[in-house]
């Protein structure tokens, strides 16, 4: 703690956001830059407390006070090296996580918590400044070679750990560019595909052989895979969405969130979207917000995410509704501290303008006389509590039918599972009762040689999710090819998390 009386001397401020006006403009990233002033008063807040219940809120364990404590004394080196230490991508879970440790902040029993996230995001951010991040390459290499099937967070990091032990790694993806979702599904206004590359730039230097245009199954099949590594890690996300099989499913302008979504990245990569982020052609050719009424089905982050795009498109109006009741304005008490809580959050999205609507269930599509979608039928519902037992029932409020004008309606209602046809299935995979993948840690049930990581394996969850599943299953993996695993961090250096024959 750099400064006892911080939490009481300065107050919780974020980052200026760049104004509505001009943000929607473009898809630069809608916060301004971290002010090395403002970093260091908001680190300064973090105060004794004891047992530092962030910890426990972080899924990668963040060592939270120690990097505060180097940021307030304006030793960016050491911060970087305590951030870094537990987490492989600072500068993605900076921007786009949505910071369980804050949750978890003891300060934020009654005070506002501690800025963690801005903080990370300052650290990252000044040590790419100060040169600080450079290729780290091992002592020595195994001679073992390993695939990483998928190319978002967890494979990034699950490559990135397993090079780092000395083991040859080769980075697959279907998609022409590397990053998974990263790259073709979260807005450049969240977070800047300049921020991808920097980093794929140094792991590339560290040794990382990244292949993409390979669809692994098809292009690669299950025992090529096998038989040309000594271990495989696959990493390839929660890929099938969730449907909305009613009436009127068939109309054009009915698409799923992804297939937006991914569009549009490659419009500002200036990347013509003739095939979406599965590798597949788009069936529908170019969907666009502009001039229309817009529809949302999900309340999550993938369908706030369809609101600011669809407000940059210049859409007529963006109207997002959502199965559940309204969550409580402040945390509620079924969700107490140090628990995530269940409030209600309003993104920069919805900051943008979005007519945003609970307890909504949509009964059908409505078309005109050319099968081409001109609204949705949706009717209120009353959320009840079954008094035997406990669970929340709905039902339709009478009279409450109505429908709305919508041109173009995106489902982001979430995914189901990864994408079993295939590679999958010709591995001889199980899969557990949601339909991921079955393993006993992160090692497969079926083949020793085959690993899971991610939400192919966890379901649908965060990015730092992501990370610490591809870190746990690069441990797993190198204990199975060595006999050894992970040093561990915390016991033998705080700042060497690497394997132990590294």
Same mark, same amino acid.
């Given at each position: 703690?750099? !400064? /006892?009386?911080?939490? $009481? =001397? &300065? ?7 760049? #104004?509505? %006006?001009?943000? *929607? ?85 009654? !005070? /506002?918590?501690?800025? $963690? =996230? &801005? ?7 000044? #040590?790419? %400044?100060?040169? *600080? ?370």
């Amino acid at each position: 703690m750099g !400064k /006892p009386t911080g939490f $009481i =001397e &300065f107050e919780r401020e974020l980052p200026k956001k760049r #104004a509505v %006006e001009e943000r *929607l403009h473009d898809y630069k990233e809608i916060e301004t830059a971290p002010i090395e002033s403002k970093s260091k008063e908001q680190a300064a807040r973090c105060m004794d407390c004891g047992i530092p219940f962030c910890h426990n809120g972080c899924p990668l364990g963040n060592i939270i006070p120690e990097f505060n404590d180097a940021v307030y004394d304006g030793n960016w080196g050491l911060a970087y090296e305590i951030l870094a230490s537990t987490n492989n991508f600072p500068e993605f879970t900076g921007r786009i996580c949505p910071a369980p440790c804050e949750a978890s902040c003891v300060l934020g029993i009654n !005070k /506002p918590p501690v800025a $963690i =996230e &801005f903080i990370e995001k300052s650290i990252i951010e000044k #040590a790419f %400044e100060l040169g *600080l991040v450079k290729p780290k390459f091992p002592q020595k290499r195994t001679g073992k070679k390993v695939a990483v099937v998928g190319s978002g967070p967890a494979g990034m990091a699950a490559a990135n750990q397993l090079n780092q032990a000395g083991h040859t790694v080769s980075l697959l993806e279907r998609a022409d560019k590397i990053g998974g979702l990263l790259r073709y599904g979260i807005p450049d206004f969240k977070l800047e595909k300049r921020v991808i590359d920097r980093r794929l730039a140094v792991m590339q230097e560290e040794g990382i052989e990244f292949i993409t245009n390979v669809n692994v199954g098809v292009d690669i099949k299950a025992d090529e895979l096998l038989n040309d590594y000594d271990a495989v890690v696959l990493t390839m996300g929660s890929t099938v969405p969730r449907d909305l099989n009613i009436e009127g499913r068939q109309l054009k302008g009915v698409h799923y969130a992804m297939e937006f979504l991914s569009q549009q990245n490659k419009r500002v990569a200036d990347i013509f979207p003739e095939v979406d982020h599965q590798g597949k052609k788009y069936a529908h050719g170019q969907l666009l917000a502009t001039g229309k009424n817009v529809v949302v089905i999900g309340g999550g982050d993938t369908g706030s995410d369809c609101v600011g795009t669809s407000n940059r498109h210049g859409a007529k109006s963006v109207t997002q509704i959502e199965l559940m009741p309204v969550p409580p304005k402040d945390r509620d008490t079924s969700t107490p501290w140090p628990n995530w809580p269940m409030m209600l959050r309003t993104s920069t999205s919805h900051e943008e303008g979005c007519d945003r609507h609970w307890s909504i269930n949509t009964k059908s599509f409505v078309g005109d006389e050319n099968g081409n979608l001109a609204g949705l039928k949706i009717v209120e519902l009353d959320w009840q509590k079954d008094p035997e037992t406990g669970r929340m029932q709905m039902k339709e409020v009478a009279g409450s039918e109505q429908v709305l004008p919508c041109e173009l309606a995106l489902l982001a209602a979430g995914f189901l599972h990864p994408q079993q046809e295939g590679l999958l299935k010709d591995l001889d995979l199980e899969f557990d009762e949601r339909g991921n993948i079955k393993a006993n840690g992160y090692q497969s049930t079926t083949n020793e040689k085959v690993f899971a990581a991610g939400d192919c394996r966890r379901g649908q969850s965060l990015v730092v999710w992501a990370i610490s599943e591809g870190r746990e299953a690069a441990r797993a993996v190198d204990e199975y090819l060595m006999g050894e695993s992970f040093l561990e961090a915390k016991a033998v250096s705080m700042l060497n998390p690497v394997f132990a024959h590294a």
